[in-house]
């Protein structure tokens, strides 16, 4: 079945480093893939996604590319912010007629100033 | 703010207890699904109801079900509960049925339920 795994965390940076959080996944197919927020007490938000392979994702200077050689989509930013603390899913749905989406397990991002 | 508002925020029952939580989503949205967070893990696909239909379903037991009403408010059940029902249940809504790549999906903040 699909499955999407992450970067174990938590991750902990300062103020203004460079992230990279990792996320490879398994599915038939081609699935579109997104990157999720979760900020303390909130649910999900979208941050970015890319529906097709060599597709980049961008938002509030947050970048993956969707790669299908590696089935990679992995969370970059050159600059992170304390803001930018909360929990990050990588996930994906395959097409068809519901909204399923299969996440990862969600990287913790604690970013210090 | 996503427009999705759930209720309760939070929900302590027995080993064996039935549950209803509660979701509403933003008016003219057709599609309702359901998750399960436990601690430290990602959201599972419980379920989906596009116009008060279920159309699809995750990889959990009949004692999970669901309903939506007309007016855009849905209700998630669940029968029998065990301790490992123990999680933060999210609701999110859409307009259409799923088959749109550029559909989004807006999710509410949660349910957090407790069993013991």
């Known amino acids: 079945g699909d499955s999407v795994t992450q970067m174990e965390g938590p991750v902990t940076l300062s103020e203004e480093a460079f992230l990279t959080i990792n996320c490879t996944y398994t599915?038939?197919?081609?699935?579109?893939l997104f990157w999720y927020v979760q900020y303390p007490g909130e649910g999900l938000q979208l941050l970015l996604k890319?529906?097709?392979?060599?597709d980049k994702g961008s938002n509030k200077g947050f970048e993956a590319t969707y790669r299908k050689e590696t089935t990679s989509f992995h969370l970059e930013k050159g600059s992170v912010q304390v803001s930018d603390s909360a929990v990050y899913f990588c996930?994906?749905?395959?097409?068809?007629?519901?909204?399923?989406?299969?996440f990862g397990k969600g990287t913790l991002l604690t970013v210090n100033p | 703010e996503t427009g999705v508002t759930q209720s309760p925020t939070h929900l302590i029952k027995t080993r064996g207890q039935q549950v209803t939580l509660r979701c509403s989503s933003q008016?003219?949205?057709?599609?309702v699904s359901w998750y399960q967070q436990a601690l430290g893990q990602g959201p599972q696909f419980i379920f989906q109801?596009?116009?008060?239909?279920?159309?699809g379903r995750g990889n959990f037991p009949p004692r999970f079900s669901g309903l939506q009403f007309p007016n855009y408010s849905s209700e998630l059940n669940v029968n029998a509960l065990e301790l490992d029902d123990s999680a933060l249940y999210l609701c999110?809504?859409?307009?259409?049925?799923?088959?749109?790549?550029?559909?989004?999906?807006?999710f509410g903040s949660g349910t957090q339920l407790s069993v013991l």
């Open positions: 109801y596009y116009r008060e239909e279920e159309n």
């Open positions: 999110a809504s859409s307009l259409g049925a799923g088959r749109g790549e550029d559909e989004k999906l807006f």
């Open positions: 890319a529906t097709k392979a060599d």
């Open positions: 599915a038939t197919g081609y699935p579109s």
């Open positions: 008016s003219g949205h057709n599609t």
């Open positions: 996930a994906l749905r395959r097409g068809g007629s519901n909204y399923k989406l299969t």
